[in-house]
């Protein structure tokens, strides 16, 4: 996926930024495909067999989600937008859109428009929206796929019809992280399971998944979220190795809250700045904590990575996705590939 295309004020799509991304830097693009999308068209045609979804919204870009989503009127505008946006301009780039609306209902970033009626509103969207690449993907002779992306809370999982937006969908993205972002809570960022202790045992990857199959949601359309990236708490008071204690705030050291990727986390060598790594049996997840410092951090790393991979296997999940590949230092995506399979002489 490229993320992320956004929605304007008026509740249609368009690109983030025309420089950055078509190269479009003075108002026109250098050709048919310039800035990023002329790398993604470079990318596809080393690959032939790569497909790229265009996905729009994300924390940044919500805001008019609930506006674009609120009449019929507003959703057919939309619907005919993301073609005119991302399809017509950019022949053959784009296999489909991914909805990263955050969040229905609640709102997400302070500032987003929220309603009530986000929830059965979000569904009217999507049906939208499949209709219009249908019928687009007819005149193209070309499948196009729509995914959403949705939080992995309870609080935000009651505010989507689930089972309606899976006869829509072809996958939904479950972004099983950031269970305790913005908190200064040393719990962890994406823990499998509940750990030991755990105060809120239902803030896991697989009561997230659990709650959406209960919910009406197939397995094979659930795609498990995963987190390149750490998270950090400061003032952290050194019983259980920090682990689910009271910090002060989001550390700024290491990346305040935002966190920072994985291959920063490695590059500075924890290890050698005074921090223990930890392992949770039970949430089967790492943390590092620093009692001389006080500092507490989530993380994921091969070994969590991979224990992840195997429940989506063993779930028969349609699939991973990840936040994002570019914090990576090669370590995590090699994690996820299968262990190969020993023949007996």
């Known amino acids: 996926m490229y993320a992320f295309g956004t929605v304007s004020a008026e509740g249609l799509a368009e690109l983030t930024d025309s420089c950055l991304d078509a190269g479009a830097c003075d108002g026109t693009a250098p050709g048919p495909f310039g800035g990023n999308f002329a790398q993604l068209a470079e990318l596809k045609r080393s690959n032939p067999q ?25 959703r057919a505008r939309f619907a ?22 955050e969040f ?3 709102g997400g970033r302070p500032g987003n428009l929220a309603h009530i009626e986000d929830r059965g509103n979000f569904t009217l969207l999507i049906a939208e929206l499949r209709r219009k690449l249908a019928g687009f993907s007819a005149l193209e002779r070309r499948s196009l796929e729509l995914t959403i992306a949705v939080s992995s809370t309870p609080d935000k999982i009651i505010n989507l019809e689930a089972a309606a937006l899976a006869r829509l969908v072809d996958r939904i993205n479950v972004m099983a992280y950031d269970y305790h972002a913005g908190s200064a809570f040393a719990g962890f960022n994406a823990p499998l399971f509940a750990g030991a202790g755990d105060p809120n045992p239902d803030l896991n990857v697989d ?13 094979a359309k659930v795609t498990l979220g995963m987190a390149f990236y750490s ?21 700024e050291e290491w990346g305040g809250s935002d966190g920072i990727d994985y291959r920063d ?43 992840k991979a195997t429940y989506a296997r063993t779930h028969a999940l349609a699939g991973v996705v990840v936040w994002d590949l570019f914090a990576d230092d090669g370590s995590l995506l090699a994690a996820l590939r299968p262990p190969p399979v020993r023949r007996s002489e």
């Open 50 to 74: 790569l497909r790229i979804l265009i996905s729009l919204g994300g924390w940044n870009g919500s805001k008019y989600f609930s506006a674009a989503a609120a009449t019929p009127l507003s």
């Open 80 to 101: 005919q937008s993301v073609v005119e946006a991302f399809f017509r301009p950019y022949p053959g780039l784009f296999d489909g859109v991914d909805v990263d609306w």
């Open 104 to 106: 229905p209902v609640s």
């Open 207 to 219: 009561a997230s998944v659990t709650a959406l199959i209960r919910s009406g949601v197939p397995p």
């Open 231 to 251: 998270r950090a708490v400061a003032g952290v008071p050194q019983e259980k190795g920090g682990l689910f204690q009271p910090g002060a705030t989001a550390s």
């Open 265 to 307: 986390l490695v590059a500075r060598r924890p290890e050698e700045q005074g921090f223990r790594r930890y392992w949770s049996d039970e949430a089967q997840v790492p943390w590092l904590y620093s009692a001389e410092r006080r500092l507490w951090i989530s993380y994921d790393d091969p070994l969590s990575i991979a224990c």
